[in-house]
């Protein structure tokens, strides 16, 4: 049978005019640093409302979890974006591994340190507990920056963090560390009582947290996929956060089943009440916003308390670039 010209014409175009061919999708992996979560929520809304795929991406959200290779799989090509954080970001550059920080979506970090109720009326006076219980990370991290801006903070007081309340529950008098939008609502639960939380951030422990970082030398070969990316993570941050989530919480549940509805309530309204994604320069230039000023300024102090050394170039470990240009504001 002869097939006119117009035939093969028509059939050419119906194909150019299908969703396939209209575009082809980038698939992108974005590695995440813990099980799905509310924290998450802005990448899994930008799958759900169908944002991703209209910044021309396939986006697969890989979640994490203990022991968690997110970050050695980002190094080795196995995935193209990690949910990263300051202090991982500066110690690439002590070890001159070539990782890019392309947007900060919290503007505090969520960590925090819980007593029981009525206990302590300042932070300093954290101080006098009867001990505190902290990760290794912390005790080198966060607490070596209280014990200099508190010298009555004490060493000795220090106990290994098991991740289980039970040492925290037994002590009217310890302190713990936890994650602001998770360790407070576990303790209500356990223990029948709400403790009192200490934002580490609004004391003046300043890091970016849950950060978009990359491969610099994939970035310089993709910067377009890079910023769609970026771009299009930060419009479902503001849609998750001020929008109907619905659809973006039934695929963090799917991902992670022993998430429940209301410790994704509790997450999204604690980040909203303590501004954990909206504060800051982020309140004027938009979710994810960095600062060349609020890098130096970490990093200085994490220098002057002896957790890093100085002379580190940070102003490799990030690019503003991507970021702080209003976008998405007006989903607000």
């Known amino acids: ?6 035939t093969i014409l028509l059939a050419a175009l119906a194909l150019a005019s ?8 980038d698939a992108v992996t974005f590695a995440t640093n813990w099980l799905a979560q509310a924290e ?8 759900a409302d169908g944002t991703y795929e209209e910044y021309g991406l396939d986006v697969t959200v890989m979640q994490g979890g203990p022991q968690s290779p997110g970050r050695p799989m980002l190094v080795s090509g196995g995935v193209q974006f990690y949910m ?5 970001a500066i110690n690439a550059v002590k070890e001159e591994i070539p990782t890019i920080t392309l947007a900060a979506i919290f ?12 206990q302590f009326d300042t932070f300093p006076e954290l101080a006098g507990a009867s001990k505190y219980i902290l990760s290794a990370d912390g005790f080198t991290s966060y607490f070596s920056w209280m014990k200099t801006e508190w010298p009555d903070f004490a060493e000795d007081k220090y106990e290994p963090y098991q991740f289980n309340p039970a040492s925290f ?15 407070p609502l576990s303790i209500e639960r356990e223990a029948g009582f709400a403790p009192d939380v200490w934002l580490l951030a609004d004391q003046g422990y300043t890091p970016y947290s849950t950060t978009i970082e990359a491969m610099k030398p994939w970035v310089e070969a993709n910067p377009d996929i890079a910023k769609r990316f970026v771009e299009a993570s930060i419009i479902g941050w503001y849609n998750y956060l001020y929008g109907d989530n619905a659809a973006a919480n039934e695929l963090i549940k799917a991902d992670n089943p022993e998430m429940t509805d209301d410790q994704i309530a509790y997450g999204i ?11 800051g320069d982020a309140e004027t230039q938009g979710i994810g916003c960095m600062t060349d000023a609020r ?22 470990a990030y690019t503003t670039e991507y970021v702080c240009q209003g976008l998405g504001m007006d989903l607000m």
């Open 107 to 118: 503007q505090k970090d969520p960590q925090i340190l819980m007593s029981h109720p009525d």
């Open 169 to 183: 529950l037994a002590d009217e008098m310890a302190i713990q560390q936890g994650y602001l939008t998770s360790e």
């Open 295 to 316: 890098w130096t300024e970490f990093y200085d102090s994490m220098v002057d308390v002896g957790v890093y050394e100085p002379g580190l170039d940070i102003t490799t």
């Open 18 to 25: 299908s969703p396939a061919a209209a575009q082809e999708l």
């Open 84 to 88: 990263g954080g300051v202090s991982g």
């Open 1 to 6: 049978m002869q097939i006119s010209t117009k």
């Open 269 to 279: 309204a604690k980040m909203k009440e303590y501004g954990i994604v909206v504060s």
């Open 40 to 47: 998450h929520g802005g990448y899994y809304q930008a799958i």
